[in-house]
């Protein structure tokens, strides 16, 4: 089973800019697509942006299209989320996932 860390997170104020990671450990995820949810408090979570094994594809829920950007680094077995022009809705823990397992979260909190 894969193990996935993120981090990243923190408090920025609205329009300000973090970039998120995930780290995978203990499997090779360069054949899997790899995706990142959120979820607020009192919300359930929800898809945020998918990234295909080779990179080459991506997809985003429309409330962060343009906002947010998918990447990866198969070397490192990393998958990275920036995220600019930061809202107060997107307060949340940021979750990443991989086949059937998921990190733990990082917290990523706007201030207006």
């Known amino acids: 089973q894969v193990q996935l860390v993120e981090s990243g997170g923190g408090l920025v104020q609205a329009g300000g800019s973090l970039r998120l990671s995930c780290a995978a450990s203990?499997?090779?995820?360069?054949?899997?697509?790899m995706s990142w949810f959120r979820q607020a408090p009192g919300k359930e979570r929800e898809f945020v942006a998918v990234?295909?094994?080779?990179?080459?594809?991506?997809s985003y829920a429309d409330s962060v299209k343009g906002r947010f950007t998918i990447s990866r680094d198969n070397a490192r077995n990393t998958v990275y989320l920036q995220m600019n022009s930061l809202k107060p809705e997107d307060t949340a823990v940021y979750y990443c996932?991989?086949?059937?397992?998921w990190g733990q979260g990082t917290q990523v909190t706007v201030s207006s």
């Open positions: 203990g499997h090779t995820i360069s054949s899997y697509a």
């Open positions: 996932a991989v086949m059937s397992s």
């Open positions: 990234i295909s094994g080779s990179g080459a594809s991506t």
